[in-house]
């Protein structure tokens, strides 16, 4: 399996049903976990290899985070103006090739399809949340395309819990 391709698509799961689900969200420090068939394969990628991914994540700003049993944990900082936008202002990070359109809010329900056109990763799908409290969201993610020319059909499921009111309380790796 390319690292790439499960860097992507971890990307894709990841930081789409995240985003979807910034408003009115309490700012501060959150626990997203988001599980799918691909994360249950990250556990098999050997130690050096992992890293190489880690490191070529951190090259998209980002942290790999840490997957045990199919299930990614990480933590993310909302801040106060995240949390007070009507519609999410990033669904979708643009440098893997991908943007959110269409992204709507009913009430407590996020949507938006992902459209992605890069080198490295190619199709679409779309990303659904919903904030359940101002302190907690499910959501879920669908992806049909390639990525570095391998086909992908992915689901994720995505939830996150908020955990203190200060992104400084804990540290958010």
Not at 90 to 109: D, F
């Amino acid at each position: 399996m390319p690292k790439k391709f499960l860097f992507l698509s971890l990307l894709a799961l990841l930081t789409s049903s995240v985003q979807a689900a910034e408003n009115k969200m309490r700012p501060g420090l959150w626990e997203i976990s988001t599980s799918s068939p691909l994360l249950a394969l990250a556990e098999q990628i050997p130690p050096d290899q992992m890293q190489n991914l880690s490191n070529l994540a951190r090259q998209y700003g980002f942290e790999m985070p840490k997957i045990k049993n199919g299930t990614a944990n990480s933590k993310v900082c909302v801040t106060k103006e995240m949390s007070e936008q009507n519609i999410p202002p990033y669904l979708y990070h643009r440098q893997s090739g991908c943007e959110a359109r269409n992204a709507t809010r009913v009430e407590n329900r996020y949507s938006a399809d992902l459209a992605c056109s890069g080198k490295q990763i190619s199709g679409e799908g779309k990303t659904a949340a919903t904030l359940n409290t101002p302190e907690s969201f499910t959501g879920q993610t669908e992806f049909r395309g390639t990525v570095r020319g391998v086909a992908v059909d992915e689901h994720a499921d995505t939830s996150g819990l908020w955990l203190a009111a200060s992104c400084a309380e804990a540290n958010p790796r």
